[in-house]
């Protein structure tokens, strides 16, 4: 499976953010693939168990299919009511940034913002730090 880049994932944030935070349907139809897959896999498993007589194996699978679907329902559920609040504390502009294709920070800037070391300076001249 294709990993997902943060240009896309930001794509999607800035997408939910116009519709006022993550909506179930748009979400699954995001997820649709892997919903397919699923679906496919387990009609295939379960022609299988049907044609051997295996009921309990076909309530098993039918019950894992259910389950995960509930689990997913669930899991958008709980993103709907946390939105708000992952709305308000996230960097908006970074999020446009990396939607755009472009880099967080600028070439040659330290990270976390702290300070730099000066060009030329590198320290080597230095000796041990002392022991007392």
Known sequence: MARITDKTLAERML???E????????SM??????YI????YSYAVLIVL???GLWFGVCTVLGLVVGAF???LSWYIGIQRT?????????????????????????G???NGGPGTRLGDSGAGEGPPSVS
Do not use: C, H, S
């Open 15 to 17: 997408k939910a953010r």
């Open 109 to 111: 800037a330290t990270p």
């Open 83 to 107: 939105w708000p609040f992952a709305a308000k504390v996230t960097d908006w502009d970074k999020v446009q940034k990396l939607a755009g294709g472009l880099p967080l920070t600028e070439p």
């Open 50 to 52: 049907v044609f051997f």
């Open 29 to 34: 139809r995001m997820n649709a693939k892997g």
């Open 70 to 72: 509930l689990r997913d």
């Open 19 to 26: 519709r006022g935070g993550y909506r179930i349907l748009p």
């Open 37 to 40: 897959f699923l679906a496919l």
